[in-house]
C-alpha cells in the first residue's frame, strides 16, 4: 500500500517553469514504478511520464523534451520537472504508482492544478 500526495502546482506564465513533487507513504518507494498523468477540463486522463524502478524513462510526446521525471528514493518523492510551459499544459497533474511495470497503475494522488497563462 502506498499513499500519493502531490505539491507544487500553480499558476505561471508560458515559458516559465515548474516542479511537481509526489511524497510517497510507506518504506517500498523504491519497488515502484511511478508515473505522471494530466487531466485538462473537459478531456480525457492522458499520460505524461514514466519512470520504472530500473531507471528507465518514458514521455508523451507532447512534453520530451520539455519535461524530466525523476525520483528521490530516500526522500521517497517523485518529481516532474516542467519547463518552457505551454497554456495547452494546463491541467490537473496526477501522479501514480504501480508495483510492477505491466500492470495498470492502482495507486493515485489527489492531484495538484497547474495553469498556464499566455
Known amino acids: 500500500q502506498v499513499q500519493l500526495v502531490e505539491s507544487g502546482g500553480g499558476l505561471v506564465q508560458a515559458g516559465d517553469s515548474l516542479r511537481l513533487s509526489c511524497a510517497a507513504s510507506?518504506?517500498?518507494?523504491?519497488?515502484?514504478?511511478m508515473g505522471w498523468f494530466r487531466q485538462a477540463r473537459g478531456k480525457e486522463r492522458e499520460f505524461v511520464a514514466t519512470?520504472?524502478?530500473?531507471?528507465?524513462?518514458a514521455y508523451a510526446g507532447s512534453v520530451k523534451g520539455r519535461f524530466t521525471i525523476s525520483r528521490d528514493n530516500a526522500k521517497n518523492t517523485l518529481y516532474l520537472q516542467m519547463n518552457s510551459l505551454k497554456p495547452e499544459d494546463t491541467a490537473v497533474y496526477y501522479c501514480?504508482?504501480?508495483?510492477?511495470?505491466?500492470?495498470?497503475?492502482?495507486?493515485w494522488g489527489q492531484g495538484t492544478q497547474v495553469t498556464v497563462s499566455s
Open positions: 510507506g518504506r517500498t518507494f523504491s519497488s515502484y514504478t
Open positions: 501514480a504508482a504501480k508495483i510492477a511495470w505491466n500492470i495498470e497503475y492502482n495507486y
Open positions: 519512470l520504472r524502478t530500473g531507471g528507465s524513462t
